[in-house]
């Protein structure tokens, strides 16, 4: 178990440092001068962190971990769903 409380954290930091550079490529030939963009990047957030919690609680880790990575996750997830 003490290994997975090591592992984990990088694993997932990780995976996200990848989609965010791979959001960044695919995201720098589309300035076509559109400064609004409609996502669910809040709602995303809220859901994150309480995920983030709710996992932090059932693990007995740091509190302040599971939100922090929880909101970083929802907002990842949020900001590449569009809105119709």
Aim: net charge positive; glycine share 12%; hydrophobic share 50%.
């Amino acid at each position: 178990m003490e290994i997975l409380r090591i592992i984990l954290p990088l694993l997932i930091v990780c995976v996200v440092v990848v989609y965010i550079i791979q959001t960044a490529k695919k995201r720098q030939g589309d300035d076509k001068g559109e400064k609004t963009e409609e996502n669910y990047m809040s709602e995303g957030m809220s859901i994150g962190i309480c995920l983030g919690v709710a996992a932090s609680t059932a693990l007995n880790g740091e509190l302040a971990i599971g939100i922090s990575v929880g909101m970083m996750l929802g907002m990842a997830i949020g900001m590449s769903i569009k809105k119709k």
